[in-house]
Structure formats: C-alpha cells, structure tokens
C-alpha cells in the first residue's frame, strides 16, 4: 500500500463516520457480483441516490470520489458514469451510457 493510499483512507475515514449509507443499505451502493438487468440496477441506483440526497457528508464524498477517479458504485449521489463527465468534461457519453444517467429524457 502507498503513502497516498494510506493519507486518502485516513481522508475517507473522516466524513464516512458520518456516512448515511452505513449498515446494511451499502449493498444498495455497488452492483452485485451477478449480471443485473438494467430495470433492477436502475432502481438500486436510484435507491441509493435517495439515501444519498439525504447525507450529510454528501459534498465530501463526491469530492473525494471524484479526486481519486473512483471507478465502481455511487458516490456522492452520482453512479460512475455521471462522475467520469465531471473529471472529464471533454468524455463523450456513448448513446448507451447516456441513455442509462438521469440526464437523458423519457
Ligand atoms: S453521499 Fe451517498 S455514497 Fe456518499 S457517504 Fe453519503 S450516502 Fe454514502
């Protein structure tokens, strides 16, 4: 393990205990080991950003996710993709992708 990584733990351990995706619910915030079908993972995804509009540390979270370039799950109420276009303005969402954010209408 590096020195960044073990600053970037000490970092997250901060605002985490004041996480309100603590407990049981954190399932909700990564996709499971099994293929999901995009209904379902659209409505964890959902599930999840809910708790997320709700958390105290929000702000802190996303920051962080978006500083360290987190690749997997929601964080600060935003799923990978949506967090790639705010470290990578210039990233082109595929049609794909785009139609899978809370961007796309419909
Ligand atoms: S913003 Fe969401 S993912 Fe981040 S700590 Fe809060 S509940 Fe968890």
Redesign the pocket.
């Known amino acids: 393990m590096t020195v960044r990584a073990i600053s970037q733990i000490g970092e997250r351990g901060v605002w985490?205990r004041r996480?309100?995706?603590r407990g049981p619910e954190s399932v909700l915030?990564f996709a499971p080991t099994l293929p999901e079908a995009r209904p379902e993972r659209e409505s964890r995804e959902e599930r999840?950003k809910a708790?997320?509009r709700e958390?105290p540390?929000?702000r802190e979270?996303?920051d962080y996710a978006v500083r360290i370039r987190e690749a997997h799950g929601?964080?600060?109420?935003l799923n990978e993709t949506e967090r790639r276009m705010l470290w990578d303005p210039s990233a082109q969402y595929t049609e794909t992708e785009f139609a899978e954010t809370e961007f796309a209408e419909g």
């Open positions: 985490q996480a309100a995706c915030f999840a708790i997320c958390c540390v929000q979270c996303l929601i964080w600060g109420g």
